[in-house]
């Protein structure tokens, strides 16, 4: 592990920032005072909103932990002529009016209006970044995008470490070419959205596996590399560590714990046999997100744009009302492919418990024993 990151972690173990209102102040401090990096998620939150986030987490905890921007994005890669999900030749806004319409019925069913999808395209990056840079905090960390040297050298100069995420090699060069600290290999089974720095229809399904993605990484970038992408259990981050990585990025493990903020329905889903499997859809967002499967998924997801944020935007009021309606056939279940594996532990005590696993895989390596 390099040294800056040592000085960050006691214990090779980050919670992976999920935004929605899942990463609150109080799961990223039971995660830090554990010993592990605990993430605040700054999408979808205004600066402010970030701001006072920040101050709450200050008050629970005086070690280091972290805040996930998201990049701004750019005007709609991936639909046009012959896109899957579009219509031949017709822009944008007329493909994601396309989807509106066939969403119509959900949102009657759910007595909700449908939001408006020209809500904004950039979740207020300028004013995040400016917040950062005035009152540093110790990590911060970047999705869908690479963000500017000058970004990047400005907030090394508060003292931020910084992270980036890359799901191929070819990003991870750029995230090293940027001058990040250090780069998060996020793997196929991750959960949530894929954070893919271009997002186009032709790479649906490419994705590329944790550890095939960590040694390819290792090969090709000289930062250090945090692995992300359905780690569950100490034995797996044990794996990661051996592959390359310096740490293992954790979200579903976390979504489970009673300090996550994530809905009931969600928390259950994880574990229930009704939801069998995860898969990548655009369903929700118009942008690749692994999530269960619902009949949301199954009924809308054939048909969903790559038009993010404009379908984030749209779909919004149908995932609240679905929420408050107790149906989580309508909500974006966010989950990783390790979800069986969630345990409903203290955020603390999965800390703990992950790294006595870690322990015990670390110590079955040396010894050329066998992990059961």
Known sequence: MSSALTDLLRRP??????????SV??????????????????????A?????EIKQLRGLTGGPFGVNVFMPQPEHPGVGPGTPGGTGSAPPSATVEVYANQLAGEAAWYQTELGDPDGGRDDGYDAKLAVLLDDPVPVVSFHFGVPSRKALDALRRTGTFTLVTATTAEEALAVQE??????????????????THRDVRENDGAGIGLLSLVAQLRESVSIPIVAAGGVMR???????????????????????????????LHKRALTDPLFVRTELTRA???????????????????????????INHLTQPLRKAAAKAGDAQGMALWAGQGHRLARELPAG????????????????????????
């Open 284 to 310: 929700f967002t118009g942008r690749p997100a692994r999530a269960l499967v619902n009949r949301f998924m199954r009924e809308h997801g054939p048909y969903a744009p790559a038009a993010y944020p404009e």
């Open 13 to 22: 173990i980050v919670q992976a920032p999920m935004a929605g209102g899942i």
């Open 178 to 195: 940027a001058g990040a600290d250090a780069v998060i290999a996020q793997g196929v089974e991750a959960g949530g959205h894929q954070g």
């Open 48 to 52: 402010d909103g970030m701001y006072q």
């Open 349 to 372: 005590q999965l800390v703990e418990v992950l790294a006595a696993e870690l322990d015990a895989a670390t110590a079955a390596l040396t010894t050329g024993g066998v992990q059961r």
């Open 234 to 264: 100490g034995s797996q981050i044990a794996a990661v560590l051996a592959a390359g990585a310096s740490a293992a990025q954790l979200g579903t493990a976390f979504l489970a714990t009673p300090e996550s903020g994530a809905h009931a």
């Open 25 to 46: 102040p109080q799961l990223a401090a039971a995660v830090s005072e554990a010993g592990g990096l605990g993430f605040l998620a700054a999408g979808y939150k205004t």
